[in-house]
């Protein structure tokens, strides 16, 4: 029986917990009494309490964060209940700033704030040998990267063939915005590249083809963005992906170089713009240099092979709805591939604290612990802009209406406008924003912009065949099909844009 059973509860099956990975590789010769289960949002949480509780551990350590911190609520007690004498020990990004009264710090025994790779193992030698925690919040120092064990070995084939892959190539930020959990960050640690350069290397060897990044900031020092670009360069491998997050006003002429190389459709960018507001920005202490990041945006557009993802925050503390929605509109005319619409989050820990009554904002209390209402947004407008951000991802981040999500959004002169007119129509059709069938959407659209947009029928038809074309959906719905010139039923093997909506998948 294993002594420490770790366990993760991610929110999907493609997803790895990266970070319970790390815990496992540095455990030391603790390694081989450690065994780590991963289940996911539809796992049955009574399987997953008789899973752990079958092996009687002494040590039970789990990750909480926005997405498992409810189930975990639930499991803890039952688990502490049917194993009286087990150690709980519980991290991650939802105990940042613990407190004395939060149901999962009263059940845990050990609550290990900060970077624990190596704490954590300390702290399980300490348990095993009989040494009881004197402390039951603890908070652990960033180790130096050079220290760790790397956890690429712990990537099984399964995983490999069906999941993502996480690395990083550093840890912390330089940056302060007031909602991220990076904001309070005083480090920013590289990996050495001599030994992290042969575990990617390995990686490649073992058939692992999409590789994300999981670094706040990838380009900040260009001597060693550009030494892992070049090895991707390097190792010219079919369908090789790599996924990174960018400063946007940050592209000298070196690493401009490097991108172009890339084949088109290898490199996906994941830009945080947020506000578009220079006085929202410098109120959340985030600093970015506008029109440099409009006019690398479009550079990386053209001159690039790149796949662009942008994103933007509603809720912001001054950020009124007419300016959140100029920032849109300003960057649909930039036209990145996706733009992500988020509602700001009030995340634990983060200096976000320090607005909440100067500008009246009310987050909900339960995760993901997004806005409700601020001073320049009312509770009707926040539920407004939730489904406006759901019906975005629905059709023009989703990748099955390419064409026609250009048409609707240029319906009226405000590319904002006219999302926001959709969106009231939609919902006021539907009653809702999920389940919906993808040839009902197909034909919702079709029925706007024929009937509010006053687009012609055949050229609407037209478009939403072509998009089920790429997307690779088999067929139209049978309403469309008789406005589509010289229409050909597909067959459900019809290929199409897959690495576009893959993309989509693994942020999503």
């Known amino acids: ?34 065994l780590f289960i991963e289940r996911d949002l539809k796992s049955d949480p009574e399987q997953v ?68 790779d190596l704490r954590f193992a300390e702290l399980c030698r300490n348990v095993l040998n009989g040494l009881p925690p004197t402390e039951k919040i603890q908070f652990a120092e960033p180790p130096d990267p050079a220290e760790l064990a790397l956890p690429y070995d712990l990537y099984s084939d399964r995983d490999i063939a069906n999941r993502v892959v996480y690395v990083e190539a550093s840890r912390g930020c330089p940056f302060t915005c007031d909602f991220c959990l990076s904001a309070k960050d005083k480090h920013l640690n590289r990996f050495p590249l001599d030994r992290l350069r042969p575990e990617l290397d390995r990686l490649i060897q073992r058939g692992v083809r999409e590789f994300k990044f999981v670094d706040r900031t990838f380009n900040l020092n260009l001597d060693y963005t550009t030494t892992l670009l070049d090895f991707f360069l390097n190792h010219p491998t079919p369908g090789l992906f790599v996924h990174t997050e960018m400063v946007p006003d940050r592209l000298p002429d070196g690493l401009k170089n490097l991108l172009q190389q890339f084949p088109d459709g290898s490199l996906q960018l994941e830009v945080g713009v947020q506000t578009w507001n220079p006085e929202v920005a410098r109120r959340i202490h985030r600093i970015q ?37 100029q920032g849109l509109d300003r960057l649909v005319d930039i036209r990145p591939h996706e733009i992500q619409i988020n509602l700001l989050k009030h995340l ?4 976000l604290t320090q607005h909440i009554k100067p500008w009246c904002m009310e987050f909900n209390h339960r995760p993901p612990y997004e806005i409700r209402r601020n001073q320049q947004m009312n509770q009707e407008v926040i539920a407004e802009m939730t489904r406006f951000a759901r019906y975005w991802d629905l059709v023009v981040n989703s990748g099955n209406f390419i064409r026609t999500s250009s048409r609707l959004l240029a319906a009226r002169p405000s590319a904002f406008e006219a999302f926001r007119a959709w969106t009231r129509w939609l919902y006021q059709r539907l009653n809702r924003t999920h389940a919906i069938p993808l040839d009902r959407l197909a034909t919702e659209l079709f ?16 478009a939403l065949y072509a998009d089920y074309g790429q997307a690779g959906h088999p067929d139209l719905p049978p309403a469309l099909r008789p406005h589509v010139a010289n229409y050909q039923r597909r067959r459900p093997e019809a290929s199409g844009n897959r690495r576009l909506k893959r993309q989509h998948r693994h942020h999503h």
């Open 49 to 116: 309490l008789q899973d752990i509780a079958s092996h009687r551990p002494r040590i039970a350590a789990f990750g909480v964060y926005i997405w498992n911190r409810e189930i975990l609520e639930n499991l803890l007690p039952k688990l502490r209940a049917a194993l009286p004498e087990v150690c709980i020990i519980l991290g991650g990004p939802e105990l940042t700033a613990p407190q004395e009264d939060d149901p999962l710090v009263l059940v845990a025994d050990v609550v290990l704030c900060g970077e624990a």
């Open 348 to 351: 634990r820990g983060t200096p």
């Open 289 to 325: 240099d506008y029109d440099r990041t409009e006019n690398n945006l479009r550079w990386l557009l053209s001159e690039t092979g790149a796949h662009l993802h942008v994103d933007l925050i509603v809720g912001l503390p001054g950020e009124t709805l007419e300016s959140f929605a």
């Open 447 to 462: 029925t706007w912009l024929t009937e509010a947009a006053g687009q012609t029928p055949s050229d609407v038809a037209e």
């Open 1 to 34: 029986m294993p002594s420490i059973v770790l366990t993760a509860i991610n929110a999907r099956y493609s997803h790895v917990s990266f970070g319970s990975l790390y815990l496992m590789a540095n455990l030391g010769e603790l390694r081989e009494d450690a």
